[in-house]
């Protein structure tokens, strides 16, 4: 018996319903493919048939808080609950608001990219990451008994945690560690065949390094496995991986994206289709990873975003062209007064020329649908970096302690200035010698510049640095 004919006319009548509505959201993506990027992010799938038929005419995408959907009759609930149909029937795996986030997400990191990209939004950067990477490290019939993977070191420091203690210490999963994600002969040293898949961070938290994204993927797709990358400190604004040969890109949506800073996510981002040579009989392992997820292993462990989160994010990312730009800006500003100032001996920022991922940044790092008049999109590195202050660590404590309007804390990527010492806070937990290997060292502070007038920003640093 054929699928269709198993199901009774009152299920069948569901389908086709369905089936209209497909249609419409079919063309309604197909509409919004071709706009502009800040388009994109204003409106994304949300479109003026589905707020007028759908939503009461609500200009805003409606936060749905409800748990779930309930149904018209039995045929409904069960074409539903065997996905016949387009459903949220349960708050854990699929909301409507948080539905508009993820084709937000979807478009913008798959925009002029050449490539159909599906997404997934969870309630952390964490909980994204572990979702990924979690999926090639399983068990296969005749596998290996030990598998790898091969990550950067310099990557941000729970991230860290979690491949060194949650993947290496606790289940025995060989994490090979590459201590220059620049060096693509490092990375080649390390792959074997019984390598799941390569990851990266570019640009990495907080040590900015970058890596050559399209070699890292030619490399890793050589072996028939993915390229995870996260580019949370870049932005889809700054840089979209996909356009590279990246598989899956992970976001953790608490830092700039979300930039007001009033709540937290994941994305989990991903190409049509992936590369993997891991052995999955569902369809949309291969095809629609980021789907795959939702249905599957996302629903079965929980890590669901709240809508409420979802929207706040959803809310912050129209706008996340014209910021990143404009934090961008202030950043470039604040870096180059504390390169002469003479109590800082470093200053690391994407942007400055003799920094050693410069060349790699400038390579990948543009400013979307931007032109600076010959034809070329601008240069624009975001809006994190870090300075050492000269003398012993209780010399940048000080300094630290000194200021009057950037925040201390160990939260990055706001609309409002904050700076941290990574070794005392972010990084606490690694360990000093895996803070060396990182170049980590206590006389760091990391600064991620607001929107607040730089030159409010420089007085307040120059203050503080010149009480030393
Ligand atoms: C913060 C961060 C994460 C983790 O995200 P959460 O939302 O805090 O779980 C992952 N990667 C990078 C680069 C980050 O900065």
């Given at each position: 018996m054929s699928d269709e004919q198993k199901y009774s006319p009152g299920v069948k009548k569901y389908i086709k319903e369905a089936e209209k509505f497909l249609d419409q959201k079919k063309k309604a993506l197909e509409r919004t493919k071709n706009f502009k990027f800040d388009t994109i992010a204003v409106h994304g799938l949300y479109t003026v048939e589905e707020a007028l038929n759908l939503n009461q005419g609500a200009v805003i995408e409606p936060l749905y808080l409800s748990t779930a959907q309930a149904y018209r009759d039995s045929d409904e609930l069960e074409a539903a609950l065997s996905y016949l149909i387009p459903t949220w029937c349960y708050s854990r795996f699929a909301n409507p608001t948080t539905y508009y986030l993820e084709w937000a997400l979807a478009l913008l990191e798959g925009y002029q990219t050449g490539c159909d990209t599906s997404c997934l939004v969870t309630a952390s950067g964490m909980s994204a990451l572990m979702l990924a990477v979690d999926c090639f490290l399983v068990k296969q019939t005749n596998g290996p008994e030990k598998i790898n993977f091969v990550s950067s070191i310099q990557i941000y420091g729970g991230t860290f945690q979690h491949f060194s203690?949650?993947?290496?210490?606790?289940?025995g999963i060989e994490v090979r560690w590459v201590h220059h994600p620049e060096d693509l002969e490092e990375w080649e040293s390390k792959i074997d065949e019984n390598t799941r898949f390569l990851f990266s961070e570019?640009?990495?938290?907080?040590?900015?390094s970058f890596c050559d994204v399209k070699a890292l993927a030619d490399l890793a797709h050589s072996w028939d496995i993915p390229f995870i990358i996260d580019s949370t400190c870049a932005t889809p604004a700054l840089m979209r991986p996909f356009a590279y040969g990246a598989d899956i890109v992970i976001h953790s949506l608490t830092k700039s994206i979300t930039a007001s800073g009033l709540a937290m996510g994941g994305a989990l981002v991903s190409r049509k289709p992936i590369v993997t040579k891991i052995k999955n009989d569902h369809p949309l392992f291969k095809e629609s990873f980021a789907e795959y997820v939702k249905f599957l292993p996302f629903r079965d462990t929980g890590p669901a975003a709240s809508p409420t989160n979802a929207l706040f994010a959803l809310n912050d990312l129209r706008t996340l062209r014209s910021r990143m730009d404009l934090l961008s800006q202030n950043s470039e500003k604040v870096a180059g007064f504390l390169e002469q100032h003479p109590r800082v001996y470093q200053v690391d920022y994407l942007g400055q020329e003799s920094f050693l991922y410069h060349p790699l940044a400038k390579k990948y790092m543009k400013l979307v649908d931007s032109d600076d008049g010959k034809g070329h999109e601008i240069n624009r590195y975001g809006h994190l970096f870090s300075f050492r202050v000269d003398g012993p660590p209780q010399n940048a404590r000080k300094v630290f302690d000194g200021f009057n309007l950037i925040m201390r804390a160990?939260?990055?990527?706001?609309?409002k200035s904050i700076a941290t010492i990574p070794a005392i806070s972010t990084h606490l937990q690694q360990g000093e010698e895996a803070r060396a290997n990182a170049d980590v060292p206590p006389q760091m502070i990391r600064l991620c510049v607001g929107a607040e007038d730089p030159d409010d920003i420089i007085a307040d640093l120059d203050q503080s640095l010149n009480s030393l």
């Open positions: 203690v949650r993947k290496m210490q606790e289940r570019a640009p990495s938290n907080p040590q900015l160990g939260d990055l990527g706001r609309i």
